[in-house]
């Protein structure tokens, strides 16, 4: 890794209670994130990647008891206040989320909700704050801007309301956009151009993107390393093309046998066999054990570490696969 | 504009409402078993009085032509003679309604002073002890009849610790403001520990909504995110209740006006029904449907205000 880290995350875990139990929905979970870099979190619906991102920016807390480190720019934020995580919300580290529809406040014209994150975070005046919205807006692809600033979330269709959001969380020139399935709620033609979008002002403001989807081809097109989650841990990070073309972990590979690709028409589509564990009955030994075809009694016994197999390489696996060299490492 | 649009659509869509009102109003007096006459001027009434009232409702003719007749007194504002009061119907009417109107805008204030502050504290407690202990004061409010809370304020603020007057009307609006804090209290008791429950959930649900988090996210202050995200969006299913419980409250008058001596037409509605006094009941009844169209309506202008989707329709 060439570029500085700004994000390091340790030990995370994020536990919520329901019904007497304990839900542990992000296990030990420990990343970094390069300046500009787009890392893809991938993994089932329940995996933990959604719970990961709210917990970075504190949102999780409300809900559950988060512990471990969120190392942003050096100091540690999942220790700060609510008051003092509100200068890194939106200012530092922003978020979207994944519907459009109900993601921004019915009752508020997307003018307010703006310029109210403006206000929030700079010293520009109303008509200021005005002015920038509109840049904002237009700078998203809103056609006729100025107009629309005084209209209602349900005045937009799906597309536009994700791009007015987009709008709304880069509108302070934050470091690092944390996106939570931001393309999941969308027609595919509009799929393609928001993800465009995201990755051109990623660029442009030398931004940090955490994408988490469960689209292995948004993954390709997008991410320069990807870290895919499994029943609350990370059970593989690598670059992207050679996770992609060199899974080493049994889920991963699992994951991309089934994106139907080169499948004769009528044949049976791939699934991995088996439904993810529950959460407050994870079995003891790696979660990922009963489905897994190479599982054996080691398996079942301890849970793998997540080890370093190769430069910015790593699973947690005690039998990791390998397609293009054909060794088990 | 388009909002006088509105309220005129509304206005329009009311005309059917009130010629079933006015249907029923009509023909409570003429189902009764007996003369409708007598019925309308008491049974004391001399046979010269009973002929002038059979002359102006036209009874000797057939029912259409009688409820155009009705209709027209009506709507010139002639609600005929109250028998108790002696004297037209809708001025005794007008002159209590005042008081009640006051009564009932400080028993809603009331309640949202007292529940709103509450079912914040309480939903921003969710599952611990505020929470808990707001909910049971409220739920001892909720399994009380009102007129016993009435009954228990009276003895223990009125009479013995003589904080407030036992009964009746003062003079201007301060003084009424003293003067009907009991029953005003005593309405809203139970009408805040409704709302308190409707607001509560609504502020906990709206809490968990993802624009609530988004909100969060763009790192504003928490007490703009309650204040502008939060409360606005969980008042609107409350703004409903409030609308829809106007007969509740309206209902709750009659008691409590009755228990505090408030002279005002809840007060008055008991009276003309223990005297039979049919105009009196008539025009009373006319009186409570228009309030409670008037507060619906009302009730749908504070909606389209608060929610713009809702401003199209």
């Known amino acids: 890794m060439t570029r500085d880290t700004i994000l390091e995350v340790r030990n995370l875990s994020t536990t919520f209670a329901r019904a007497g139990r304990a839900l542990p929905a992000v296990r030990d979970v420990s990343f970094t994130l390069g300046r500009g870099e787009v890392l893809g979190l991938v993994g089932e619906s329940g995996s933990g990647k959604s719970v990961t991102l709210r917990s970075i920016l504190g949102l999780s807390r409300h809900y559950g008891t988060v512990t471990g480190e969120v190392r942003w720019k050096g100091r540690d934020i999942a220790s700060l206040s609510e008051r003092a995580l509100r200068s890194v919300r939106g200012r530092e580290i922003a978020m979207i989320f994944q519907e459009p529809m109900s993601s921004l406040n019915p009752l508020l014209t997307v003018g307010m909700q703006l310029t109210e994150v403006l206000k929030a975070h700079t010293d520009l005046g109303r008509s200021e704050r005005r002015r920038r919205a509109i840049e904002m807006l237009d700078h998203v692809g809103i056609p006729s801007a100025a107009a629309r600033l005084d209209d209602y979330p349900h005045q937009f269709s799906g597309g536009m309301r994700q791009r007015v959001m987009i709008a709304i969380a880069l509108a302070a020139r934050p470091q690092l956009l944390l996106a939570d399935e931001p393309t999941t709620a969308l027609d595919v033609t509009i799929q393609a151009q928001i993800l465009d979008l995201i990755l051109g002002l990623a660029r442009e403001y030398e931004m940090g993107v955490i994408l988490v989807t469960h689209d292995l081809g948004v993954v390709a097109q997008t991410c320069d390393r990807v870290a895919v989650m499994y029943a609350g841990r990370i059970v593989e990070e690598a670059p992207v093309a050679p996770l992609l073309s060199d899974p080493r972990h049994p889920y991963t590979m699992g994951l991309m046998r089934s994106v139907p690709e080169g499948v004769a028409p009528r044949t049976a589509l791939y699934s991995v066999p088996g439904t993810p564990p529950a959460l407050d009955a994870l079995p003891q030994g790696c979660a990922f054990a009963p489905r897994c075809p190479s599982a054996s009694a080691q398996c079942t016994a301890t849970d793998p570490a997540l080890n370093r197999l190769a430069p910015g390489r790593s699973a947690a696996c005690h039998h990791p696969v390998s397609l293009a060299k054909g060794d088990a490492a | 504009m388009q909002s006088l649009a509105y309220i005129a659509k509304r206005l329009l869509l009311m005309v059917p409402t009130f010629a079933i009102v006015m249907v029923i109003i009509f023909l409570l007096v003429r189902l009764l078993p007996g003369d ?199 008042l609107i299913s409350t703004v409903t209740l409030l609308g829809l419980s106007i007969g509740n409250l309206m209902s709750g008058t009659l008691v409590t006006e009755t228990v505090f001596a408030v002279p005002g037409v809840g007060r008055l509605m008991l009276e003309a029904i223990f005297a039979r006094d049919y105009p009196l009941i008539q025009g009373l009844t006319l009186t409570f449907a228009v309030l409670v169209s008037a507060v619906f309506l009302l009730t749908d202008l504070v909606q389209s205000w608060l929610d713009p989707r809702m401003r199209l329709t």
């Open chain 2, 36 to 234: 409708p006459a007598i019925a309308i001027a008491g049974d004391k009434a001399s046979d010269a009085d009973l002929a002038a009232i059979r002359e102006r409702l036209g009874l000797t003719q057939p029912l259409l032509v009688q409820f155009w007749l009705f209709l027209t007194n009506t709507l010139q504002g002639d609600l005929g003679r109250s028998i108790l009061m002696k004297a037209p119907a809708l001025g005794v009417i007008l002159d209590r309604l005042p008081t009640t109107a006051f009564l009932t805008l400080y028993a809603v204030t009331l309640s949202l002073l007292i529940a709103g502050p509450l079912a914040f504290v309480a939903a921003l407690n969710r599952g611990r002890w505020p929470d808990a202990a707001i909910r049971a004061i409220f739920q001892v409010g909720l399994s009380m009849p009102v007129f016993y809370i009435g009954l228990v304020l009276l003895t223990f603020l009125a009479a013995r610790a003589r904080l407030f007057p036992v009964g009746g009307i003062g003079h201007g609006f301060l003084e009424n403001l003293h003067q009907l804090f009991l029953p005003a209290m005593t309405i809203a008791l139970y009408t805040s520990a409704i709302v308190m429950r409707n607001l509560r959930a609504a502020i906990i649900e709206v809490l968990d909504a993802e624009y609530v988090q988004f909100a969060r996210a763009k790192g504003l202050p928490s007490r703009l995110i309650l204040g502008r995200h939060v409360l606005r969006n969980a």
